[in-house]
């Protein structure tokens, strides 16, 4: 019997500035096929996580003055960060990897061996091109004008002795995978792997490293470290307990489908299998190649600033609204472009006019006309056959598009239902039935055909939008038995006399030109935030704040409280002064221990907790975009504690 199990995963995310919306619609996009599968009674695994080891960490996590573990802690479980954005976005992963979990470490250090053990990973001399915010290394042939292939950046030379897994060897394998299989899709992307990469050669990969220490450390060899592919390719299986004892799914669920984005395809479609080839393990079902979210033209990207944050849209419009928007407007395969007018204009069109109206007009005219429960008689007219028609075979069409991971397509098919339904109602003009009495059985029926058209789009819209369309289900008084896989293959499953509740519009109608201007006002640059100086005071009244340099002797977190940290200064007069200072969200209290800060001392003492504060730690701060940015001011450690600021 063929296994009802369906695993599928994402890529595993860098954690190395917070996700922005190109990274939420590749997670969107994976859980709404994870959903899609689960509606259809299969048993689903879906993995994502964070991809946490590599020389870029261990960069950002010292230049942040925290250790790389408390780097990415913050960065992943953090306020707003990685495991926020997912629940936020109502993503239904069942499990959730960290490349610095243990096991996932333990499991990586075996299957290194046994790659090894078996001749395929060799130790060597690497020489070549390093792109560091790439973690990728080039041949002189790859670079295109001496720069990135990928990111067009800078190169640098590398010359170390490392670790490499025997590519070139499982290159025919790996060419007929991708020729002569549907492994990688979309097809266009065949095409780019064979004339970029394995026409030109493939030649052995370096997998490990030892001019940085943030990585799974070779066991067999001190000094160096699993160089970051291996590390993250393997976290699919990995995380279903593959060597290891963490998991027991593997059997199960193994293989499953990479969903990943188009420039990491070269990792998923040729190093991937042939690593696993390498292992003798069975190779993913199909890596699929899903394009970009541009903005202005480009890939969005933290260093360039253009990022847009899926927080603010999602607080704006909710999360069913920016879910639909992502799958419905960008053809998975393809690259697109994000603007905030096609939000607005998507909302308005799709989710206000065509899905809010129809759901409204329904339930408000069974509430009129029937006070909210339907007659159970009924009377055929001529107008029917067209809309059941259309509702009848859509849950085919939509399926023949999900399978294939177009999931703008399978939207598009529901639509098409709903717009049959809107048409519907002027074809059959109930306002008109309903003055007239003998007319009753007629406009029951009509009110019925609406509710399965409300029905059956609900129910295939329910991937894409889980909470609307179960809000909609729950409004025209769908039964658990009307909401399943099985009750959308035929016309009919809503009960003949249904019950029904008006309510509030699900999407209300967004003014464009009024949002879009207080958009802009909002994500505007942060200049206008500097604030007018204040009024005079004079040189005597500035001379009586005593501000002096103090060294941090000691920082704490204050129990009980998320904002105070509690200093214990030298203040240069030989004995310790406690100053209590609310700036926990922006340092660790450890990674100020030893620094040269000011203190304003002579402010009256105050109790916070029930703690003495003894003076104010000055800062610059300024409000952003909403938010509150602050620095503690630092000076050089040259500056002895005790001098004043004048
Ligand atoms: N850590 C690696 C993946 C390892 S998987 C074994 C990585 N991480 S990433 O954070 O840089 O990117 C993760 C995914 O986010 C990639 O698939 C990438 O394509 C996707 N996206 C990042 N920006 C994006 C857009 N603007 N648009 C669409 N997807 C984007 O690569």
């Not at 859509?394 to 399926?399: D, I, M």
């Not at 003998?438 to 789009?457: G, Q």
Request: aromatic share 10%; proline share 5%; net charge negative.
């Amino acid at each position: 019997m063929e296994k009802n199990t369906f695993y599928i995963t994402t890529p595993i995310y860098y954690p190395s500035d917070k996700l922005h919306i190109g990274h939420a619609y590749c997670t969107v996009a994976t859980d709404a096929i994870a959903r899609y599968k689960r509606l259809q009674g299969c048993d689903v695994l879906f993995l994502t996580g964070t991809d946490e080891h590599g020389q870029k960490i261990e960069d950002k996590a010292k230049a942040a003055g925290v250790t790389p573990k408390e780097f990415v802690d913050r960065i992943v479980a953090g306020e707003k960060g990685v495991l926020d954005l997912w629940k936020l976005m109502n993503i239904s992963n069942d499990r959730f990897i960290r490349t610095t979990d243990d096991y996932h470490v333990k499991a990586i250090q075996r299957i290194f061996r046994k790659m090894h053990d078996k001749g395929d990973i060799y130790k060597g001399k690497y020489v070549g091109k390093y792109c560091k915010p790439c973690e990728s290394f080039w041949t002189e042939t790859q670079l295109v004008d001496g720069k990135c292939p990928d990111c067009g950046g800078e190169v640098q030379d590398a010359e170390e002795e490392a670790y490499f897994f025997r590519l070139s060897k499982y290159a025919d394998r790996v060419q007929h995978l991708l020729e002569d299989t549907d492994f990688l899709e979309p097809r266009s992307r065949v095409h780019e792997m064979i004339n970029n990469f394995i026409k030109p050669g493939l030649e052995d990969l370096c997998v490990s490293r030892t001019s940085f220490t943030w990585g799974i450390p070779v066991d067999f060899d001190p000094g160096h470290v699993v160089y970051v592919w291996v590390d993250a390719l393997f976290n699919y299986v990995t995380a279903l307990g593959y060597e290891n004892d963490k998991y027991d799914d593997y059997e199960k669920y193994w293989p499953g489908v990479n969903i990943v984005g188009k420039e990491i395809v070269r990792f998923h479609s040729i190093i991937w299998p042939a690593m696993l080839m390498s292992m003798e393990m069975p190779l993913p079902k199909k890596v699929y190649g899903h394009g970009w979210l541009l903005l202005d033209g480009g890939k969005m990207s933290k260093s360039k600033g253009n990022v847009v944050d899926p927080y603010q849209l999602a607080d704006r419009y909710g999360v069913d609204a920016l879910r639909f928007f992502l799958l419905r407007t960008f053809p998975f395969g393809s690259d697109g472009t994000f603007s905030n007018e096609l939000l607005i204009s998507t909302i308005n069109t799709d989710l206000a006019n065509d899905l809010g109206n129809l759901v409204s007009r329904t339930t408000a005219m069974i509430v009129k006309y029937f006070g909210g429960t339907l007659p159970a008689e009924r009377e055929a007219g001529t107008e029917d056959a067209a809309l059941i028609e259309v509702g009848s075979a859509l849950r085919k069409k939509y399926a023949e598009q999900m399978d294939k991971f177009q999931l703008q397509n399978g939207i598009a098919e529901v639509f098409r239902l709903l717009s049959r339904a809107n048409k519907y109602i002027d074809e059959t003009a109930p306002w008109v039935l309903s003055r007239d009495e003998t007319k009753r059985a007629r406009l029951a029926s009509i009110m019925y055909n609406l509710l399965e058209a409300c029905r059956i789009s609900a129910v295939l819209l329910t991937p894409i939008m889980p909470e609307t369309c179960e809000k909609i289900l729950d409004r025209i008084g769908a039964p658990a038995a009307a909401r399943t896989w099985e009750s959308v293959a035929a016309w009919g499953a809503m009960p003949a006399c249904a019950a029904v509740s008006a309510g509030e519009a699900l999407f209300p109608r967004i003014d464009a030109k009024k949002e879009l201007e207080a958009l802009e006002a909002l994500n505007a640059p942060s200049a206008p935030a500097v604030e007018p100086v204040l009024p005079d005071v004079s040189i005597d009244e500035f001379a009586k704040c005593d501000m002096r340099v103090c060294k941090v002797l000691k920082c704490e977190a204050v129990k009980k409280s998320e904002k105070l940290l509690c200093f214990t200064l030298d203040d240069g007069s030989g004995t310790p002064r406690q100053i209590l200072s609310g700036i926990h969200k922006f340092y660790e209290p450890e990674t100020l221990v030893g620094k040269t800060v000011v203190a304003i001392l002579n402010l009256p003492a105050r109790k916070m907790m029930g703690k003495e504060s003894n003076g104010m730690l000055l800062s610059a701060v300024r409000e952003e975009n909403g938010e509150e940015k602050l620095h503690l001011l630092m000076l050089d450690d040259s500056v002895p504690a005790g001098y004043r600021l004048c």
